[in-house]
């Protein structure tokens, strides 16, 4: 872990100066187009200094960014409408609605599969090529036919989230409660042990490994899921919503400010989630 | 009401023929009829209930007006395909594939830069990189160059991993024999470390044939000219023509399915010798 962080500080460091170059390439048009307007020239420190400040630069530099995010996350109001805190609430909580439900489904479709054999036959060939599907193609209509209903709000969000995130656990899940080998199976077969007992004893926790690495991935899909949902909802509120108001209006410094939070986002998540694992693996004594 | 009796019946009998066809002996033929007789089933029950409840065709219209609209309507279709799939989709795909491919390569021969790059690489993986899509559709216009953009920054990441992690796939004895035939650094990748690595190559660019198609649909909901697939859901969604858009989904859904098969089966052959592969 200490080996690799001179190198992760010195990669994340490169990238940071090529951002910052990058800003300087890329809003130099707009910083020269303003100096011919107003008759003055263009000096090495001066256009450096402007294109890093720039109201509606093509890339905002870093710090631009950042002082963007202090200003939206910590100097307002959290209820306010236009504090990031807010609208990445309204993301996180569809989120982990649809992560929950996705969870659920693909456990349950997992422990079908793996006791049926009509399921396992039938089933999971369309699992995957449920997949292959881009959905999220589909995910407007899905929020306006459901709004049609009269279901709106969280809900039509989370079930794209739910959609994305199924197919991570029962692939893992499968995969996690097919592992036990066929030694062990025949160990419980010795003890007389039920089709429910070596559920619950054996292959329950032998796909624990499996489930935890499923649930990072199905976290990270509902969080895209869910900013995907907001597009289309005219743009109320959510990242989404902000990525979209931010692109209507030329707000680059809004777009990546709302980038950045769900970045930032998806690690806290996923970092949380391998925080539970390695606390359970340990307990349950199959950490490495 | 005969509708519903109907989508009962479909769904009584695809599970019998199903339940027969699972206590068979596994073949072949057996565990391809058995998904295909399953998705018929769920269209007829589709079909059924859409008609016996009389479900308004706004909100979700039955298979067969779908497949009508599907046949009525080729000539849309094709010019939405062309500007999504083969325009944007294709070119980012190969693109960004073949960029990561090479860096990947070239990343190779430090180990500093790999132990830096893996784990930026891994975070970056896993983020919401689709929200870029309204950046680049800024910096480089409506046209399908924007959507290509999408399209690279989307599949590099995974790509870059899997082919880091595959070019470390070999073990000692392996290189060491390498070494004991003098083998240059070139020989030993052509000849021992690329096919190693194509296992871990080929889940990349299976990963990325979906985020493909993905990329360039969504990018197209922030600004497009007048044909694309994402630019027709999005505007037929606003006209109510649901059976449109579901013939869009259908295209999208075989498209990404065919690109995915390519891929398995390009797959096969490169790797024919993966325990995966052989059964």
């Given at each position: 872990?200490?080996?690799?962080?001179?190198?992760?500080?010195?990669?994340?460091?490169?990238?940071?100066?090529?951002?910052?170059?990058?800003?300087?390439?890329?809003?130099?048009?707009?910083?020269?187009?303003?100096?011919?307007?107003?008759?003055?020239?263009?000096?090495?420190?001066?256009?450096?200094?402007?294109?890093?400040?720039?109201?509606?630069?093509?890339?905002?530099?870093?710090?631009?960014?950042?002082?963007?995010?202090?200003?939206?996350?910590?100097?307002?109001?959290?209820?306010?409408?236009?504090?990031?805190?807010?609208?990445?609430?309204?993301?996180?909580?569809?989120?982990?609605?649809?992560?929950?439900?996705?969870?659920?489904?693909?456990?349950?479709?997992?422990?079908?599969?793996?006791?049926?054999?009509?399921?396992?036959?039938?089933?999971?060939?369309?699992?995957?090529?449920?997949?292959?599907?881009?959905?999220?193609?589909?995910?407007?209509?899905?929020?306006?036919?459901?709004?049609?209903?009269?279901?709106?709000?969280?809900?039509?969000?989370?079930?794209?989230?739910?959609?994305?995130?199924?197919?991570?656990?029962?692939?893992?899940?499968?995969?996690?409660?097919?592992?036990?080998?066929?030694?062990?199976?025949?160990?419980?077969?010795?003890?007389?042990?039920?089709?429910?007992?070596?559920?619950?004893?054996?292959?329950?926790?032998?796909?624990?490994p499996y489930f935890f690495?499923?649930?990072?991935?199905?976290?990270?899909?509902?969080?895209?899921?869910?900013?995907?949902?907001?597009?289309?909802?005219?743009?109320?509120?959510?990242?989404?919503?902000?990525?979209?108001?931010?692109?209507?209006?030329?707000?680059?410094?809004?777009?990546?400010?709302?980038?950045?939070?769900?970045?930032?986002?998806?690690?806290?998540?996923?970092?949380?989630?391998?925080?539970?694992?390695?606390?359970?693996?340990?307990?349950?004594?199959?950490?490495? | 009401?005969?509708?519903?009796?109907?989508?009962?019946?479909?769904?009584?009998?695809?599970?019998?023929?199903?339940?027969?066809?699972?206590?068979?002996?596994?073949?072949?033929?057996?565990?391809?009829?058995?998904?295909?007789?399953?998705?018929?089933?769920?269209?007829?029950?589709?079909?059924?209930?859409?008609?016996?409840?009389?479900?308004?065709?706004?909100?979700?219209?039955?298979?067969?007006?779908?497949?009508?609209?599907?046949?009525?309507?080729?000539?849309?279709?094709?010019?939405?395909?062309?500007?999504?799939?083969?325009?944007?989709?294709?070119?980012?795909?190969?693109?960004?594939?073949?960029?990561?491919?090479?860096?990947?390569?070239?990343?190779?021969?430090?180990?500093?830069?790999?132990?830096?790059?893996?784990?930026?690489?891994?975070?970056?993986?896993?983020?919401?990189?689709?929200?870029?899509?309204?950046?680049?559709?800024?910096?480089?216009?409506?046209?399908?160059?924007?959507?290509?953009?999408?399209?690279?920054?989307?599949?590099?990441?995974?790509?870059?991993?899997?082919?880091?992690?595959?070019?470390?796939?070999?073990?000692?004895?392996?290189?060491?024999?390498?070494?004991?035939?003098?083998?240059?650094?070139?020989?030993?990748?052509?000849?021992?470390?690329?096919?190693?690595?194509?296992?871990?190559?080929?889940?990349?660019?299976?990963?990325?044939?979906?985020?493909?198609?993905?990329?360039?649909?969504?990018?197209?909901?922030?600004?497009?000219?007048?044909?694309?697939?994402?630019?027709?859901?999005?505007?037929?969604?606003?006209?109510?023509?649901?059976?449109?858009?579901?013939?869009?989904?259908?295209?999208?859904?075989?498209?990404?399915?065919a690109f995915y098969g390519?891929?398995?089966?390009?797959?096969?052959r490169v790797t024919f010798?993966?325990?995966?592969?052989?059964?």
């Amino acid at each position: 872990m200490r080996s690799n962080f001179l190198p992760v500080l010195t990669v994340v460091g490169v990238l940071f100066a090529l951002w910052y170059a990058a800003a300087v390439w890329l809003n130099a048009d707009w910083t020269y187009d303003k100096a011919t307007r107003s008759g003055e020239t263009v000096t090495a420190t001066s256009l450096v200094a402007d294109t890093w400040a720039q109201k509606k630069p093509k890339l905002p530099a870093p710090h631009q960014v950042a002082s963007e995010i202090w200003d939206t996350t910590l100097m307002k109001k959290v209820t306010s409408k236009r504090s990031l805190v807010y609208h990445s609430w309204i993301t996180l909580s569809a989120t982990l609605l649809g992560f929950g439900m996705g969870t659920l489904l693909g456990v349950l479709l997992a422990v079908g599969i793996v006791f049926n054999r009509v399921m396992d036959m039938s089933v999971m060939p369309w699992v995957i090529a449920s997949q292959t599907i881009p959905i999220l193609a589909i995910a407007p209509m899905i929020i306006v036919v459901l709004n049609a209903v009269g279901v709106s709000g969280l809900l039509p969000k989370a079930m794209i989230s739910m959609y994305l995130s199924f197919f991570p656990v029962v692939v893992g899940m499968v995969k996690g409660l097919r592992s036990p080998d066929q030694m062990q199976l025949d160990q419980m077969r010795t003890w007389h042990a039920s089709t429910a007992q070596s559920f619950w004893k054996l292959r329950l926790p032998a796909s624990m490994p499996y489930f935890f690495t499923s649930l990072k991935i199905a976290m990270a899909a509902s969080l895209v899921g869910a900013i995907i949902g907001e597009l289309p909802t005219g743009a109320v509120a959510g990242l989404g919503a902000r990525l979209l108001a931010g692109s209507y209006y030329g707000q680059t410094i809004q777009i990546w400010s709302a980038l950045i939070m769900a970045a930032a986002l998806a690690a806290l998540l996923v970092g949380i989630i391998g925080l539970i694992q390695r606390v359970t693996l340990k307990r349950m004594g199959m950490a490495r | 009401m005969i509708w519903l009796v109907f989508a009962a019946v479909a769904w009584a009998f695809g599970m019998w023929v199903n339940i027969r066809l699972a206590r068979l002996r596994p073949a072949r033929w057996v565990s391809l009829a058995a998904p295909l007789v399953f998705g018929a089933t769920l269209i007829a029950v589709w079909e059924g209930i859409v008609r016996g409840l009389e479900i308004s065709q706004v909100l979700l219209p039955a298979p067969s007006l779908i497949a009508l609209r599907l046949v009525s309507s080729v000539d849309i279709l094709w010019v939405d395909f062309v500007q999504t799939v083969l325009k944007g989709a294709l070119s980012g795909y190969v693109l960004g594939c073949g960029a990561a491919f090479l860096i990947a390569i070239a990343i190779d021969r430090f180990p500093f830069l790999q132990r830096g790059l893996l784990p930026v690489g891994n975070f970056v993986a896993a983020l919401p990189v689709i929200g870029m899509a309204p950046i680049l559709v800024m910096w480089f216009g409506f046209d399908w160059q924007s959507k290509a953009a999408v399209v690279v920054v989307m599949v590099f990441f995974p790509m870059l991993v899997n082919t880091v992690q595959g070019l470390q796939a070999t073990d000692t004895m392996q290189r060491d024999l390498m070494r004991t035939y003098a083998a240059s650094y070139w020989a030993t990748l052509f000849k021992l470390r690329l096919p190693a690595a194509m296992p871990f190559v080929f889940n990349g660019l299976k990963i990325g044939t979906t985020l493909a198609l993905i990329g360039a649909i969504v990018a197209e909901f922030f600004g497009s000219p007048v044909r694309g697939m994402g630019f027709r859901i999005s505007t037929s969604v606003g006209q109510l023509a649901l059976d449109l858009v579901w013939a869009e989904i259908v295209v999208a859904a075989i498209a990404g399915s065919a690109f995915y098969g390519a891929m398995s089966l390009f797959e096969r052959r490169v790797t024919f010798w993966h325990p995966s592969q052989r059964n």
